[in-house]
């Protein structure tokens, strides 16, 4: 079986997600809309370890990395992300899944988390791009993203349906390593 690395820096700790801390997520979880932009459910502690059930699957088939995130700041479990679509054969992946709670919106937490997330794809696993799936509608994590330095490389147009059943748009976005390693010198 796969393990997820822990990765940690002056303000992230991220562990791996797993079936024995999964619940210390059920109170960010439960927030209303949390995900309103994914097709994700983990609003009830039931269907939170359906999904945590699922992300540990795709580790163990080696297309997915989840996990739990805590920030340091505060001292209290944030939410969580992980790697996914790993083609080691292309060296491409996509960080995405990541969702905290609204109380951490805006903090910096996302950045850290996301700046230790792409030094470790790039760096330890070698990859050479990485990739972000947002809802074209979610203007403040395409911003996120593009702060980071990456670009808008098209828009899949009617591409996921949503749990509410909308079909959104989705904007794919990609890094490189040179572009990475270039502006974070």
């Not at 700790?13 to 109170?27: F, T």
């Not at 983990?42 to 996990?67: D, H, M, R, W």
Request: proline letters at 3%; a positive charge; one cysteine or more.
């Amino acid at each position: 079986m796969n393990t997820a690395p822990t990765l940690e820096n002056e303000r992230v700790i991220l562990s791996p997600l797993n079936i024995d801390n999964y619940e210390k997520l059920i109170p960010i979880a439960s927030q209303e809309n949390l995900v309103q932009y994914s097709p994700s459910n983990i609003e009830t502690p039931g269907v939170l370890k359906k999904y945590v059930e699922t992300a540990l699957q795709q580790l163990a088939a080696g297309t997915s990395i989840p996990f739990i995130i805590y920030d340091k700041k505060h001292k209290v479990y944030a939410g969580s992300t992980r790697f996914m679509h790993i083609n080691k054969i292309n060296k491409v992946l996509h960080i995405g899944f990541t969702w905290v709670g609204r109380e951490f919106h805006g903090t910096g937490l996302n950045t850290q988390m996301k700046k230790l997330m792409l030094d470790y794809a790039f760096q330890t696993m070698d990859f050479e791009k990485v990739e972000f799936r947002v809802d074209e509608r979610n203007i403040a994590s395409r911003k996120a993203v593009e702060k980071l330095g990456c670009t808008l490389e098209g828009i899949l147009r009617k591409d996921v349906y949503l749990l509410d059943g909308f079909k959104r748009n989705t904007c794919c976005y990609g890094l490189l390593r040179e572009e990475w390693q270039n502006g974070n010198k």
